[in-house]
C-alpha cells in the first residue's frame, strides 16, 4: 500500500507479529476514529522524549489517536530500536517507510549529491511533512510534542485540513515533566532522536557518530565529498555539511593518541 504527494513515497508498515496475550495501548485502535470516519487524531512521533511522553499522557487521558512514526532510513539506530522496543510492549505505532524517487533520505542526498540545509529544511517536508500529510484522513488533528519550556515553538495553526495541538505544553509539562512521565510508566528514557547526518548538530554529537557508529561516519563524509565534488565540477566553492570539513570539525583539540577508535567496516 503507498501513498504519493508528487515524488513522495509511503509505505505503512504492519506492526510486528504478536503473541495472543498482546492488547494495543490504545484508546483507539488502527482504524476507528474517535467520530467513525477512521482515524482523525494523530501524534507525529519522532521517537524521542517528547513524543514518548506525549503518547503516554494522552493514553493517561483517554485520548483516541494513532501515534505516527516516519522512517526515512536516515534516523541513529537506537531510535528505531526503541520504537519497535515500544511496539513489543503493546504501544501501537504505525511505521512509515517514506521514501523519494524510491530511495531513502540518504541515498536520495548521495544521488543529487546535496545534504539537508539549514536554511531550507527540504528533508523534513520532503521525508516527514508531506509523507505524514498523504497518510493523515483529513480533515484530522496532530498532536506535536513541544513542551511547556518550547513556548518560542508552539504556532496555534489550522491549515489545508490539518489543525496542530501541543498538549504537553498545555498541561504545562516541561523536559524534565516528560523524563518523570516515561519513567512512571516503567520504559527507559529514549535516546536524543534525529538524523545521523543532520547539520544541526554540534561537534559532540558529530564525535560520537565518529566514535560511535564508524559505518555511519564513512558514509556521512561520502555524501559530503559527493557535493564538493559537484561543486567542483561547478566551478563553485566547496560547501560542508557543518561549516567545516567533518574531519576538521571532530578533530580540531583531539588526538588519538592510544588508536582507540573503531575502524570503518563499511566498505565504501
Same mark, same amino acid.
Given at each position: 500500500m503507498s501513498f504519493g504527494w508528487g515524488h513522495v513515497e509511503v509505505h505503512p508498515q504492519p506492526p510486528q507479529s504478536r503473541g495472543g496475550n498482546y492488547r494495543p495501548k490504545l484508546a483507539c485502535p488502527s482504524g476507528a476514529g474517535a467520530n467513525g470516519r477512521g482515524n482523525d487524531r494523530y501524534l507525529s512521533s519522532g521517537g524521542g522524549v517528547n513524543s514518548t511522553a506525549l503518547m503516554l499522557y494522552l493514553i493517561d487521558q483517554g485520548e483516541q489517536f494513532e501515534?505516527?512514526? #516516519?522512517?526515512?532510513?536516515?534516523?541513529? +539506530?537506537?531510535?528505531?530500536? /526503541?520504537?519497535?522496543?515500544? &511496539?513489543?510492549r503493546g504501544y501501537q505505532i504505525t511505521v512509515l517507510e517514506t521514501r523519494e524517487e524510491g530511495l531513502p533520505l540518504y541515498e536520495y542526498c548521495c544521488k543529487y549529491r546535496m545534504c539537508p540545509s539549514i536554511w531550507q529544511r527540504w528533508c523534513t517536508d520532503r521525508f516527514k511533512v508531506r509523507p505524514l500529510r498523504a497518510y493523515f484522513q483529513l480533515p484530522a488533528t496532530v498532536y506535536i510534542g513541544f513542551d511547556a519550556g518550547e513556548e518560542r515553538r508552539i504556532k496555534p495553526l489550522t491549515t489545508d485540513g490539518l489543525t496542530y495541538e501541543y498538549?504537553?505544553?498545555?498541561?504545562?509539562?516541561?523536559?524534565?515533566?516528560?523524563?518523570?512521565?516515561?519513567? #512512571?510508566?516503567?520504559?527507559?528514557?529514549? +535516546?536524543?532522536?534525529?538524523? /545521523?547526518?543532520?547539520?544541526? &548538530?554540534?561537534?559532540?554529537?558529530?564525535?560520537?557518530?565518529?566514535?560511535?557508529y564508524p559505518d555511519l561516519w564513512c558514509k556521512t563524509k561520502k555524501m559530503e565529498a559527493l557535493i564538493i565534488a559537484k561543486r567542483e565540477e561547478q566551478g563553485k566553492p566547496p560547501f560542508y555539511i557543518n561549516k567545516k570539513p567533518l574531519d576538521q570539525v571532530v578533530n580540531e583539540g583531539q588526538d588519538d593518541m592510544f588508536g582507540w577508535r573503531k575502524p570503518c567496516n563499511c566498505g565504501l
Open positions: 501515534s505516527v512514526y #516516519a522512517d526515512h532510513g536516515g534516523d541513529y +539506530p537506537e531510535t528505531l530500536e /526503541y520504537i519497535k522496543m515500544l &511496539q513489543t498538549p504537553l505544553f498545555e498541561a504545562g509539562i516541561d523536559r524534565q515533566g516528560c523524563v518523570d512521565l516515561i519513567e #512512571a510508566h516503567g520504559l527507559p528514557i529514549p +535516546p536524543k532522536s534525529g538524523c /545521523y547526518f543532520c547539520p544541526f &548538530q554540534r561537534v559532540g554529537e558529530w564525535r560520537q557518530l565518529r566514535d560511535k
